[in-house]
């Protein structure tokens, strides 16, 4: 089958593609922009069209896919529907491209893609997950030999719940993207609410407080009785938490942080319904953490440089704690955060809670929010963030093994020592590693 994606540089979308180009189709696509995932998907022999045009659409094609931010005026939707040619959004298209497969499907707000990541070192299996593992080198594995999938399931549009889950595991429901959930809290949590019932094997997270509610039979793991003997140790300048797990034994895990090793027992829950304990110990041992989650991207005596994803202040809060961890067991006495704000309207929601979460920081650099196509919007962070050392500026600049601040084309300062942490969904990961 010809099958073209619309907003194929998207990571999300891009897995779909690559898992399809692997399934055997004739895959294509455009994206508005070049990127390194777009090259990528070039590299695996995917076409890819930079700029939406009617033509870029195959003679012969027979499904054209679209990522949530592509409208129904998009050149290319408006080509396709001429041409007679089915459109699905992404989401739709789960449900065609999971029918068959018994999928290990992993949702919540936080955590998600380390869970699935370590899941997918675990067991055996095609994997597409919403980052690229440092295990595989990309966010898509393709098995041929077995119908199992481990998934990371988006619950942003809805799209959980066409995941045609086997094993449905949960980290968290913390309210996230309420604005596709009409801002209603109750139709948010019933959409995880089917999104755990309709598995047969449920996996959850028992102290989240809606999950606490759910009375169905599930797998409970309750983190803060289940988990003990929690300590971490530095591999290579490299982080990793040792836990006991229930009546298992102790395991170890690329990263610090208790919310490491919570990410970490769900999917050994999951995994020991048909592995043993031992080939799970193994096998976790060859997850190496995803990229831009506590990414240790430059190691020297004096200086760290750690790229992170962390968009919300949870994530953040986390992360910090495992900063300080790592500061202390490096000897660092300064941790340098530079924080690009995801969204105008997460931002601003979460605003209160963005104050406190860098408690611990040195400095801390804001860049300007970037938008995701959001109108701009007033947010006072001289004011709000007046407490911490604060710099503002436009951009970062890597330089050879050093970072620079840079507003109005001057660079403010120069960080060549200290842990230094980037937080951001956006470009921020290619100003830190020097790319753009």
Known sequence: MKIHFIGIGGIGISGLAK??????????????????????????????????????????????IHSAIIKPTNSEIVEAHRRGIEVLHRRDALLRILQEKKVYAVCGAHGKSTTTAILASIMSGSAIIGAESKGFGSNVRYDGSTDVMLFEADESDGSFLN??????????????????YNYNIDEFHNAYRRFVEMAPVRVINAEDPFMATLECDAIRL?????????????????????????????????????????DASLAILAAVQTMSVAAIRANLLHFRGIKKRFDV???????????????????????????????????????????????????????????????????????????????PREID??????????????????????IQSIKEDKVLKTYDRDLIIGFGAGDLTYQLRGTK
């Open 222 to 262: 309750f983190p803060s009785e289940d988990i003990s003997n929690i300590h971490y140790i530095l591999l290579d300048d490299e982080p990793y938490t040792r836990f006991t797990l229930k009546h298992l034994g102790e395991f170890e895990v690329w990263g610090f942080g208790e919310h490491i090793a919570m």
């Open 163 to 180: 995941s045609n889950p086997y094993c449905s595991i949960v980290t968290n429901a913390e309210p996230e993207h309420m604005e596709y």
């Open 297 to 375: 991207i430059f190691k020297g005596s004096d200086r760290v440089i750690i790229d992170d994803y962390a968009h919300h202040p949870t994530e953040v809060k986390a992360t910090m704690e495992s900063l300080k961890t790592y500061a202390s067991l490096k000897g660092f006495d300064r941790i340098i955060a530079i924080w690009q704000p995801h969204k105008y309207s997460r931002t601003i929601d979460n605003l209160d809670a963005f104050v406190e979460c860098f408690e611990g920081c040195s400095e801390l650099v804001i860049l300007p929010v970037w938008a995701a196509s959001e109108e």
């Open 381 to 402: 962070f001289e004011g709000r963030f007046g407490r911490y050392n604060l710099t503002m500026c436009d951009k970062i600049s890597r330089e050879g093994d050093t």
């Open 19 to 64: 898992y399809m180009r692997f399934s055997g189709h004739e895959v294509s696509g455009s994206d508005m922009k070049a990127t390194h995932i777009t090259q990528r998907l070039i590299d695996r022999g995917i076409t890819v069209h930079i700029g939406h045009d009617a033509a870029n659409i195959p003679e012969g094609c027979e499904l054209v």
